[in-house]
């Protein structure tokens, strides 16, 4: 119990300061007629992303509009694609680090009537399959909340090594920056006084040369 409360603070001070990695989003896209809606994360290297989407209708419609969905990684590889469905899902492990984006769009018959979508994108973290977990080695009660807490525990620490390493490339970057800059500034004084003395002897000999100095 006393690692259970250890844990359980760790995960708390993290939440308190915005460490706490974004495990996904959940929202709803209303998709106009001929209109395309995209969404999309930041997502590093070898992390699992899940996403289901559905179509949401009345209770009472007769008609359910058809959808289209496309998912792209950074370098524009397609990772899903699907056309005329109601409902979807897309899985992938990340190989790429950067946006990873979902279009969506009303296709089919009913291309006119424009509909309602809802997304559950998961990452890393809330995509893994607990319940798989659980069936596969009979975990339960403490022990699984014990796992859980891990688990988040060392998203958390690797989401800490990321923003490290951005934060050192950034670094790096500016200070090659203020590097650049500063040569660029000694070239142009340098030119600048290039140019003044060369001016200087001009308007000597000049002046020399017509007797008035």
């Not at 397609?78 to 769009?105: I, P, S």
Request: charged share 20%.
């Amino acid at each position: 119990m006393a690692k259970d409360h250890i844990l359980l603070t760790i995960v708390w001070l993290y939440c308190m300061l915005g460490l706490l990695p974004s495990f996904g989003l959940a929202l709803w896209l209303n998709l106009s007629p001929s209109q395309m809606k995209c969404v999309s994360e930041e997502i590093r290297t070898n992390l699992i992303a899940l996403g289901d989407y559905t179509v949401i209708t009345e209770d009472e419609a007769t008609i359910v509009p058809t959808i289209s969905a496309n998912v792209t990684s950074p370098y524009g590889n397609n990772l899903h694609g699907k056309e005329k469905a109601t409902e979807g899902q897309f899985a992938f492990t990340t190989v790429e680090a950067g946006n990873y984006m979902a279009c969506f769009w009303v296709d089919g018959p009913y291309e006119g009537l424009g509909a309602t979508v809802n997304i559950d994108w998961k990452i890393g973290h809330a995509a893994k399959d607990w319940d798989s977990v659980v069936k596969r080695g009979k975990i339960q009660g403490v022990e699984l909340r014990l796992m859980k807490l891990a688990d988040t525990v060392n998203a958390i620490h690797e989401r800490l090594l990321h923003l490290k390493k951005r934060e050192a490339e950034m670094r790096e970057l500016s200070e090659t920056t203020n590097a650049r800059i500063a040569w660029l500034s000694i070239m142009s004084l340098g030119v600048c006084l290039g140019v003044s003395a060369w001016q200087l002897w001009h308007l000597k000999h000049y002046f020399q040369k017509k007797k008035i100095v």
